[in-house]
């Protein structure tokens, strides 16, 4: 088994030089509940522009995507690409209507609920525009130009306050016939009557319940008020809010026993998800993005956060796919968005032309 591979992807912090880059370029729109990120990306994958707005979800969405046309329409003016930009990635949360081009629910943007995103997008820029969850946007990102620019297949998991997912098998993304496909934090990992319930929805024993940023707080809450010792106990108090998964992975990084057993039953929890997934989709590549990784790559805790995923897995699965398959740490951190966006843009003017 591979732990990683380490491409070097030109992110929002590396702007290429227009001047260096090829033509078509393409446009990642991610949004988020509290900023859009922009990003003007070449034919390669290299990022020559990156601009990031506020959303102001109380403004209405017809007002943002009004500042993002605006945006749009002055960085083409500037980098003298006009004309050159033939299609569009646009990703928002979910739950979404993709053949639609809707946004159904999204719990971050609750005064957008029922908006027709992507035509009002178009009717403001003029161009095709492709429509995607902002998990598989970010899956698609690790797979065009990150951790599985080498594969075929590929499953993205984002942990952060839930779980998001994305997968794509031999370059296609699933989307699924209710855009609710690649939602991986809502498989089933507990099917016991008490088992627990998704943070944001869903139903119970469901991965998103156990391995997510709000599940690790959960659970360590739990053993600190049943009476375990730890470094953490004096983030209970009277309300719950000192207590974060990061707190968690700073107590578990000076050797906290609690927090350490909580960053090694996330991992397990991990385990279990990811084998009935691999078992499903046998992609070769496992991909681990967003905030909630214990430090990620290169940090003790991250390391044994990753380890403890993999030997779990082995545990539960054949030989021979244990050898076929990496998991590791995505490379992209929270550019994935957008370069996903406009690497699924590019994907499909290809397909047009």
Known sequence: MSLSSDPAPVTSSQIHPIEQSSAPYYWGIDIGGTGIKLGLVDEQGYTVAYEKIPTREGEGAPAAMQRIADVVSEVESRLGVVGQVPHIGLGAPGPMDLANGLLVAPPQLPSWWGFAIVDALKALLGRPISFLNDANAAAFGEFWIGTGRDSNSMILLTLGTGVGGGIIVDGELVNGVNSFGSECGHILVDPSPK??????????????????????????????????????????????????????????DEGDAVAL????????????????????????????GGAMNFGGSGCPIGERFLSGIIEEFKSRTFENVFDGTSIAFANLGADAGYLGLAGYARKQAMKQS
């Open 261 to 288: 057993e909580i960053v090694d039953e996330t991992a397990q929890w991990l385990g279990i998800g990811i084998t009935s997934l691999v078992h499903a989709l046998d992609p070769g590549v496992v991909t681990l």
């Open 195 to 252: 088992a627990r319930l998704c943070v944001w929805g869903g139903g119970r024993g469901q991965l998103e319940a156990y391995a997510s940023a709000s599940a690790v707080v959960d659970r360590t809450r739990e053993r600190l008020t049943a009476g375990a010792e730890s470094s953490l106990s004096g983030l209970l108090g009277g309300s719950n809010s000192e207590l974060t998964a990061k707190k968690v992975y700073e107590a578990a």
